[in-house]
């Protein structure tokens, strides 16, 4: 016999205290897609986590999901191959949790946070670990306060036209490769550019995504630096329905982990039409009656029960925020679908994205007419307002005469300056993935762009010039005007006094 | 479905139709082509008609055949109503697993220790 096993069951038996207890228990009289109907254990709670004996005599953990008359419908969360008509099913009498601590940051788990990137097991001292339940209440009314700090994106566009608050829920919206998960990464890369205030942590949460997909953002994210302050919760396209529908819960009980710990953390669901599709899936196998698009009846409340758990919290609970960027893919830019129109109302504003714009080369392809942040304005901080206040006005004026482009020959000097202006601006904001600026780059280029310093520049020139402006501004004016920009928030007239003569003393040594 | 059905119908009924009963619960069954389905039926109906007279179903699974006399002293444990199923269950390996109406399990096999031994906090 194996020498390991016999030494194993001897230190076993050591420890081993024989209880006999009467317990309750249930039997699979139907199993298949991911679901099994079991009959008795009549007292279960609903969500609640059951474990079912496969014939290896392995407990396969099942949610119970639809409470009937004389059977539960259960969703199986693990190899459902393996669960059989008869099998035996315990209640636990605890609905489902994650093991949640700081150990997770940098770390790739699945959404019931076993660890899925080759680096080993998590929490080897139980007091290093929370259990978080998944499925939790959002925090009250009393217990938040309003948004009042920023979460930079880098992301010039959005940083001055639909800013972003610590706690707020901002939906990325928009077709299939329009750039969502581009914007929701750079929001996570540029995390570590703003040292003024304490980095957050960020949890990006893959549902239905591509594997490769996955780890081309996990090697992105190790290539910059970012995953030491994220952790990815991923249920790729392979996994079971159910894993899928879980995985935000999860995400998001790790980044409540975080907020109750007084930190920030910043939550990416990408995306939510997957996840509402998974949900759907598991609601028509449970034979719940479907709705509109076949999603059943409660598809407002799973997202809304979700999202409402982004928050900040005020100073008696330790100040922390969980600032949520939900993601929806919509079917050729119909945003009026069921679950699109949804999450639209239940987050604080929406960055949507345009594949016409795309297709024209505005990357990112923010419509900034149509995004709009309700509550992060209060967040902006001092420099960016008083620099970007009339950017969303100048490109408003300029989309009105966008029609008479081609006609700009025949126009009048100021309608002529106009477009003029609103073609710089959209340059202005355009910007490589992978490539967020820190915010005091971003006032410094968006006051000379709004200033006039760029004009009667050619368009293609525009890009080059702007990457030289901040290479000249980092190299002689860092700490004169870069630096207290950043610290402070701040554009006092001195500062802009200073930017003023940079910004010359630049033009003059490039003979712009 | 048709377990309740008759099992409603029998406990009604006077003694002298019983019969007839049941010879059209195997014609309705015969005439459905459900004829796979009729042991697990029949279980169903001694069931409900268990439970309608307030017994409970119970199941007695041992690791290998025992002597009837220790059945015998185990059943008397139980009430007359109670509709008891003994049977061997060699995967317990040693010991005994009590089920009382599918419901509730007194597991005291060497099955259930051995697992307990090794089992992993989920």
């Not at chain 2, 119908?9 to 459905?32: C, G, H, Q, S, W």
Request: glycine fraction near 8%.
């Amino acid at each position: 016999m194996n020498y390991d096993l016999v030494e194993k069951l001897k230190k076993e038996l050591q420890g081993y205290r024989n209880s006999v207890k009467l317990e309750k228990i249930g039997t699979v009289v139907e199993a298949g897609d991911g679901i099994a109907r079991v009959s008795g254990l009549t007292e279960a709670m609903s969500q609640e986590l059951l474990l079912i004996e496969n014939s290896r005599g392995e407990d396969i953990p099942a949610i119970a999901f639809n409470l009937e008359e004389s059977f539960i419908g259960a969703v199986v969360l693990d190899s459902a191959q393996s669960v059989s008509v008869g099998a035996k099913v315990k209640s636990t009498g605890r609905v489902l949790s994650i093991k949640v601590g700081k150990e997770l940051i940098g770390r790739v788990v699945d959404p019931l946070g076993r660890p899925i990137d080759d680096k080993g097991a998590l929490f080897h001292h139980p007091e290093d670990a929370d259990d978080y339940l998944l499925e939790r209440s959002a925090p009250s009314v009393v217990d938040r306060e309003s948004v009042n700090a920023p979460i930079q994106t880098g992301i010039k566009a959005i940083d001055a036209m639909i800013p972003i608050g610590r706690g707020q829920r901002e939906l990325i919206i928009g077709d299939r490769q329009t750039g969502k998960t581009a914007i929701a990464l750079d929001a996570i890369l540029n995390q570590k550019n703003d040292t003024a205030r304490k980095t957050p942590i960020c949890i990006y949460v893959a549902v239905g995504q591509k594997e490769s997909k996955v780890a081309k953002i996990v090697k992105v994210l190790e290539e910059a630096g970012a995953m030491k302050y994220t952790v990815v919760v991923s249920a790729p396209a392979s996994a079971p329905a159910s894993l899928q529908f879980l995985a935000p819960y999860a995400g998001c009980a790790i980044g409540e982990y975080f907020m109750d710990q007084g930190q920030d953390a910043l939550i990416v669901y990408d995306d939510l039409s997957k996840h509402a599709g998974a949900y759907r899936e598991l609601s028509l196998l449970l034979r719940r009656p479907p709705g509109r698009e076949a999603y059943p009846g409660d598809i407002f409340y799973l997202h809304s029960r979700l999202l409402e758990r982004a928050a900040k919290l005020d100073k008696k609970h330790g100040g922390g925020s969980l600032t949520a960027l939900p993601i929806i893919e919509t079917q050729l830019g119909d945003v009026s679908a069921y679950v699109p129109t949804n999450v639209i109302s239940i987050t604080d504003g929406q960055i949507y994205l345009e594949s016409q714009l795309f297709h024209q080369g505005v990357r990112p392809a923010v419509n900034v007419g149509l995004s709009v942040s309700r509550v992060g304005s209060a967040a902006q901080t001092k420099a960016m307002k008083k620099v970007a206040g009339k950017l969303r006005l100048e490109l408003a004026q300029f989309r009105e005469l966008a029609a008479f482009v081609q006609f700009a020959s025949d126009l009048d000097p100021e309608t002529k300056r106009r477009i003029e202006r609103g073609q710089l601006l959209t340059e202005i904001l355009k910007q490589n993935d992978r490539e967020p600026l820190p915010i005091e780059e971003e006032v410094v280029v968006l006051y000379a762009a709004l200033g006039g310093y760029f004009d009667g520049m050619p368009l293609q020139q525009i890009k080059e010039t702007e990457g030289k402006f901040i290479q000249y501004l980092r190299a002689l004016h860092k700490e004169t005007i870069l630096e207290p920009i950043q610290k402070t928030g701040e554009f006092t007239p001195d500062m802009e006094a200073m930017l003023k003569g940079a910004i010359e003393e630049f033009k003059r040594s490039e003979n712009l | 479905m048709y377990a309740r059905a008759f099992a409603d119908v029998y406990e009604a009924a006077p003694e002298n139709v019983r019969n007839m009963f049941t010879k059209r619960l195997f014609d309705v069954i015969d005439k459905n082509g459900d004829w796979s389905r009729a042991e697990r039926i029949i279980r169903e109906i001694e069931r409900f008609i268990t439970k309608k007279q307030g017994g409970r179903e119970v199941q007695l699974e041992f690791a290998r055949p025992v002597p009837l006399a220790l059945i015998n002293e185990l059943k008397k444990r139980f009430r007359a109503v109670d509709r008891i199923d003994v049977s061997v269950n060699t995967s317990l390996v040693a010991g005994v697993r009590i089920v009382i109406d599918g419901e509730r399990e007194l597991d005291n096999s060497m099955a259930r220790k051995l697992k307990d031994m090794f089992k992993k906090e989920l």
